[in-house]
T-cell receptor, first 112, second 114 residues
Framework: NAGVTQTPKFQVLKTGQSMTLQCAQD?????MYWYRQDPGMGLRLIYY???????DKGEVPNGYNVSRLNKREFSLRLESAAPSQTSVYFC???????????FGSGTRLTVV | TQLLEQSPQFLSIQEGENLTVYCNSS?????LQWYRQEPGEGPVLLVT?????EVKKLKRLTFQFGDARKDSSLHITAAQPGDTGLYLC??????????????FGKGTLLTVNP
């Protein structure tokens, strides 16, 4: 019953540092997504992968890169963290997006 | 411009009261979903509606999809403190093709006081 697993749960970075957020799903879902959630802004799509081997930009991709490592894993990389990237990051997966997403429990990132 | 507008943004009620949350758009959706998010957790899918006029019930929660598939409502009967959370609507645009991206509303933060 793991569903979508995100690591780490919390992270503090200094401006300019890099890090990778990891996401893995065990539901054999085709599509995976990365969102950020900020107060008053709602959930905003950063990148998504409709199927293994493909990735596409979402609404707010600047400053981020992604890798769909295999069908299970989809990672999000911040190459040079900025304070504006302080947020809660959610990974989600779906068999088909219009059937609904399963979300992970989030990574709370603070960039100082 | 927000594609999906949710109202109200905040709602604080007493236990036992009824409430309705709305999700509106000028766009047509092939499906619309409702999620509940509790503090420190990710959103959890409550329901998906796909047919115009469709009504689904989940215990004390009633979900309705508008006839034109542009809007939806969530009605809670006799709210309980356990219903407290952020309620999000999300839709798959009919014009979105096969990329299956969802558009999310900003949410309604519901607080049910004992």
């Amino acid at each position: 019953n793991a569903g979508v697993t995100q690591t780490p749960k919390f992270q503090v970075l200094k401006t300019g540092q890099s890090m990778t957020l990891q996401c893995a799903q065990d539901m054999n879902h085709n599509s995976m997504y990365w969102y950020r959630q900020d107060p008053g802004m709602g959930l905003r799509l950063i990148y998504y992968s409709a199927s293994e081997g493909t990735t596409d930009k979402g609404e707010v991709p600047n400053g981020y890169n992604v890798s769909r490592l295999n069908k299970r894993e989809f990672s999000l990389r911040l190459e040079s963290a900025a304070p504006s990237q302080t947020s809660v990051y959610f990974c989600a997966s779906s068999y088909r997006g219009d059937y609904g997403y399963t979300f992970g429990s989030g990574t709370r990132l603070t960039v100082v | 411009t927000q594609l999906l507008e949710q109202s109200p943004q905040f709602l604080s009620i007493q236990e036992g009261e009824n409430l309705t949350v709305y999700c509106n758009s000028s766009s047509v959706f092939s499906s619309l979903q409702w999620y509940r998010q509790e503090p420190g957790e990710g959103p959890v899918l409550l329901v998906t509606v796909v047919t115009g006029g469709e009504v689904k019930k989940l215990k004390r929660l009633t979900f309705q999809f508008g006839d034109a598939r542009k809007d939806s409502s969530l009605h809670i009967t006799a709210a309980q403190p356990g219903d407290t959370g952020l309620y999000l609507c999300a839709g798959a645009l009919e014009s979105g093709g096969s990329n299956y991206k969802l558009t999310f509303g900003k949410g309604t933060l519901l607080t049910v006081n004992p």
